[in-house]
Nanobody
Framework: QVQLVESGGGLVQAGGSLRLSCAAS????????MAWYRQAPGKQRVLVAS????????NYADSVKGRFTISRDNAKNTVYLQMNSLKPEDTAVYYC?????????????????WGQGTQVTVSS
């Protein structure tokens, strides 16, 4: 029905940069808020950054403010996360999330969808 496909994770040294991408596809009518979460080993999944539709209002976790930038391309149904000045504590699986209105037969539903996750590892 709806797929979120992430890319861009990998291994980087502390102080380096990575750019994550997440493309949504399927029976999409519209996309509301898009966000990135992360989950480190043995810890809960937490919000990293989010961006609304329309005005594109952004919100960041305190731990990434000034280092990460979230953006979106509505024409491509894609959200990005530019990560600079990476630290070992940023190591985690990063998940894309989107709140979408989707077609279901002759109706529409609002759903929350998740990507499969992409590993980011920052070495010291």
């Amino acid at each position: 029905q709806v797929q979120l496909v992430e890319s861009g994770g990998g291994l980087v040294q502390a102080g380096g940069s990575l750019r994550l991408s997440c493309a949504a596809s399927g029976s999409i009518v519209s996309i509301n808020t898009m966000a990135w979460y992360r989950q480190a080993p043995g810890k809960q999944r937490v919000l990293v950054a989010s961006i609304t539709s329309g005005a594109g209002t952004t919100n960041y976790a305190d731990s990434v403010k000034g280092r990460f930038t979230i953006s979106r391309d509505n024409a491509k149904n894609t959200v990005y996360l530019q990560m600079n000045s990476l630290k070992p504590e940023d190591t985690a699986v990063y998940y894309c999330n989107a709140v979408l209105q989707v077609r279901v037969r002759w109706d529409t539903n609002m759903i929350s969808a998740w990507g499969q996750g992409t590993q980011v590892t920052v070495s010291s």
